[in-house]
Structures are given as structure tokens and as C-alpha cells.
């Protein structure tokens, strides 16, 4: 194995768009859950947060039962695509979304909850509709905690490991991203090539939670 900035360029690009996945789709399912009563909300929040305790395996299992090529969804997929989305970057984006959706979720969640009702309720009486509630006072309100959910979610879809292997592989040029190469660099006995990987990414996640700090000690 030799160094290569592949899986730096790669964990980067699925950490991206895995975090605008899961803010909209956390924005989404916050804003019904906050402002709708939901029947039985305890447990669709359960199932919300079951990426944060279920192994990444388990998850990654999950995944390939889903979106595997034995599965009715799967199979419609690759008549749509044309082709297989397991072992592709799509994949791995799709892993390190589930697992990054419960932090995203519950900062966006916990903006959105922090609101003065009198705000809303006034917008509400002035005649403003749901969407421009949405947009330019429960978002505008919520940035720091959506900041902070960003940040987060970022992280760890950087750092994802268990559930990408299982579902996206650990293919050089392909889907191979920094934990990934990391752990092949260990299994073929290259410390010292895992070494350096291993330092860009605590470098770089310190940086990110080091910047929620000082988010929050400005505010």
C-alpha cells in the first residue's frame, strides 16, 4: 500500500453530501414532529434514533437487505439506473447518512423546540404560510443548534466505518475512504501509513468540534 489522497478527497465528498442528506431530511421530519401531533411519535423517534446504539454492522446489514440486488427496491433501482448501487460511492454515502440522520435530527429538533410560540403564533395571525414560518423564522432562530447539528453530522459521517464497509466495500479508487484505507493499512501490517491517515482525521474532527465550542462561547 502506498500513500495516496484518494480516501482523504473521497471521505470528504460523501461527508458533504451525506450532511446535506440528512439536513433536509432532518428539517423535514423535525418540523412535523414539532409542530403536528404524530401518533405514536415516541416510537417513530425511537426508530429515528437507532443508528446511534445498533453496531454499524447491523446497519450496514440492513442496508444491503434494502438496497441489495435480492430486494424488490434493490432490483428497481438497478432497472433505473442500470446497475447495483452496493459497492459504489452512492453507498457509502447512503451508510454514512443513516448514521449521521439521529444527530442532525435531534439538534435541528431541539432549535426548533427552543422558538417563543409567540413568535410563530403572531407570523400565524399576520397571515404567513407554513413554508415561510419555516424559512425565515423557525431556520433563522434555529442556527445555531442547526450549526451545530451540521458540524456533527459531518463528523461523523467523516469517520464512518462499519456500515460502509458492509454496504459500500473498501475498493482502492472506488469507495475506499480514510477509516477504510486505515483499517487495511493496519490489516497488512503498515503502521506507519495508518499513522498519517489516522492524525489527518483526528486533525480534522478536532477542528469541526472545536469549532462548536467557539460557536458556543460567542452566543
Known sequence: MEWTWFPIKLSFFIATIATVITFFVAVLFA???????????????????LPLVLPPTVIG???VIVFGKN?????????????????????????SATV???????????GFISIDENIVGA??????????????ISLPLSIRSITAGVILSFTRAFGEFGATLMFAGNIPEVTQTIPT???LAIESGNVNLAWKYVGISIFIS???LFSINQTNRQN
Do not use: C, W
Open 31 to 49: 418540523h412535523i414532529m414539532v409542530t403536528r401531533r404524530v401518533r405514536m411519535k415516541p416510537l417513530v423517534e425511537t426508530f429515528f434514533f
Open 61 to 63: 446489514f440492513m442496508l
Open 71 to 95: 430486494s424488490p427496491f434493490g432490483r428497481f433501482i438497478e432497472y433505473i439506473v442500470g446497475s447495483s448501487i452496493m459497492f459504489t460511492a452512492t453507498a457509502a454515502v447512503l451508510a
Open 100 to 110: 449521521a440522520f439521529p444527530l442532525m435530527y435531534q439538534s435541528v429538533k431541539t
Open 123 to 136: 407570523a400565524k395571525v399576520d397571515g404567513a404560510s407554513t413554508i415561510k414560518i419555516l424559512l425565515f
Open 181 to 183: 484505507v486505515i483499517y
Open 206 to 208: 478536532f477542528l469541526l
